[in-house]
């Protein structure tokens, strides 16, 4: 079965970094697009970014355009996301989720359990 | 701030019948951009309920329905059971700016 499984989430002080990842296993990892989707605590979901499957088209929210970096390897079926320049409104939930063969916007069908980002003094 | 607005709660007794809906406007929803549906139980990651309007993927009871007219999307549930209880978020697609998926404000829906 598709399991998602992220870690390296934790306590950070504004402007600090932290890499999250996200483990996969139960379908063929190279062939799809994989998300990054984020909750602030008591809030709403945001699309923070998006891969494609080689890794040739990446999406980034506005919010964090020039300080996230998405990545993955296939060899690893793990992705990636490096947050640097954290700052207070950067803590969230962070999931995982896979998307579609074909598109970065395609509905998550899969989350991963999340891990938690709080970005404080 | 989202583009995509729905009530901030719902509630029905068991049994009943609710409807949430996902407003949204002339460059997301009413450009013909498909609507999905996610329910998120409380300490939770979100689960796609239903896709493509008004597709339920596989384990998705028939209870859960969704439709789609003009800058709009509802997502009713039938037969309202207490596990139903959850926050429901609407997501769609937005082509102003750079362009970009977009979730719903959020729902909480309540079992009375």
């Known amino acids: 079965q598709v399991q998602l499984v992220e870690s390296g989430g934790g306590l950070v002080k504004p402007g600090g970094s932290l890499r999250l990842s996200c483990a996969a296993s139960?379908?063929?990892?190279?062939?799809?697009?994989m998300s990054w989707i984020r909750q602030a605590p008591g809030k709403g979901l945001e699309w923070v970014s998006y891969?494609?499957?080689?890794?040739?088209?990446?999406y980034y929210a506005d919010s964090v355009k020039g300080r996230f970096t998405i990545s993955r390897d296939n060899a690893k079926n793990s992705l990636y996301l490096q947050m640097n320049s954290l700052r207070a409104e950067d803590t969230a939930v962070y999931y995982c989720a896979r998307g579609g063969r074909s598109s970065g916007w395609y509905p998550p069908g899969y989350w991963g359990q999340g891990t938690l980002v709080t970005v404080s003094s | 701030q989202s583009v995509l607005t729905q009530p901030p709660s719902v509630s029905g007794a068991p049994g009943q019948r609710v409807t949430i809906s996902c407003t949204g406007s002339?460059?997301?929803?009413?450009?013909?951009?498909?609507v999905h549906w996610y329910q998120q139980l409380p300490g939770t990651a979100p689960k796609l309920l239903i896709y493509?309007?008004?597709n339920r993927p596989s384990g998705v009871p028939d209870r859960f329905s969704g439709s789609k007219s003009g800058t709009s999307a509802s997502l009713a549930i039938t037969g309202l059971q207490a596990e139903d209880e959850a926050d429901y978020y609407c997501q769609s697609y937005d082509s102003s700016l750079s362009g970009s998926g977009v979730f719903g404000t959020g729902t909480k829906v309540t079992v009375l």
């Open positions: 891969i494609s499957s080689s890794g040739s088209t990446i």
């Open positions: 493509g309007n008004s």
């Open positions: 002339s460059s997301n929803i009413g450009a013909g951009y498909d």
């Open positions: 139960g379908f063929t990892f190279s062939d799809y697009y």
